[in-house]
T-cell receptor
Framework: GAVVSQHPSWVICKSGTSVKIECRSL??????MFWYRQFPKQSLMLMAT?????????EQGVEKDKFLINHASLTLSTLTVTSAHPEDSSFYIC????????????FGQGTRLTVV | GDSVTQMEGPVTLSEEAFLTINCTYT??????LFWYVQYPGEGLQLLLK?????DKGSNKGFEATYRKETTSFHLEKGSVQVSDSAVYFC??????????FGTGTSLTVIP
């Protein structure tokens, strides 16, 4: 079946540095991808919608200058956490809608980011 | 707005015990409802879904029924196995294809 691959699965970085997370659709094209964030013991919260060939759409309260999203091709979306701080430490996960059966979505493995 | 409220865990059960994880939702209209499962080190996988009221989704012995009157989609399994140990997420699909998730419930099944 269709697979969404997310990389890296975990990363530790120093405060002030930037971290890039990749999300790839392996055997299908995704014009839209979604980025979620999960704090401990909380829901996965939608951060932004990544659109191929156009600007991402950010949810209210999400800083677009801090969380840069690029959807450069039909199989790749990237999330860059810029000037990371410890409060950015979280679990980030991407997803792509199943275009064959529009009800479902495929999810990446998630990325555990720790900023020290 | 749309939201999902899910029973908090963690839940620890003995093998062959009965499992229920409660899930209720708030949404405009009639959303599609899902249960996703995440095994250690893996991504979210669709477990089952229901697209309209009174639909029952089922897979791998798990079941959930879309109850419009109680806005619920509780997950059940009659006899859990060690291999069912995972985190379970209840979710609904919004009108824009985005998903709204519950907090996730960690299940550990002990032999």
């Amino acid at each position: 079946g269709a697979v969404v691959s997310q990389h890296p699965s975990w990363v530790i970085c120093k405060s002030g540095t930037s971290v890039k997370i990749e999300c790839r659709s392996l055997d299908f094209q995704a014009t839209t991808m979604f980025w979620y964030r999960q704090f401990p013991k909380q829901s996965l919260m939608l951060m932004a919608t990544s659109n191929e060939g156009s600007k991402a759409t950010y949810e209210q309260g999400v800083e677009k200058d801090k969380f840069l999203i690029n959807h450069a091709s039909l199989t790749l979306s990237t999330l860059t956490v810029t000037s990371a701080h410890p409060e950015d430490s979280s679990f980030y996960i991407c997803s792509a809608p199943n275009t064959d059966r529009a009800l479902e979505a495929f999810f990446g493995q998630g990325t555990r980011l720790t900023v020290v | 707005g749309d939201s999902v409220t899910q029973m908090e865990g963690p839940v620890t059960l003995s093998e062959e015990a009965f499992l229920t994880i409660n899930c209720t939702y708030t949404a405009t209209g009639y959303p599609s409802l899902f249960w996703y499962v995440q095994y250690p080190g893996e991504g979210l996988q669709l477990l089952l879904k229901a697209t309209k009221a009174d639909d029952k989704g089922s897979n791998k012995g798990f079941e959930a029924t879309y109850r419009k009157e109680t806005t619920s989609f509780h997950l059940e399994k009659g006899s859990v196995q060690v291999s069912d140990s995972a985190v379970y997420f209840c979710a609904l699909r919004g009108s824009g294809n985005q998903f709204y998730f519950g907090t996730g419930t960690s299940l550990t099944v002990i032999p």
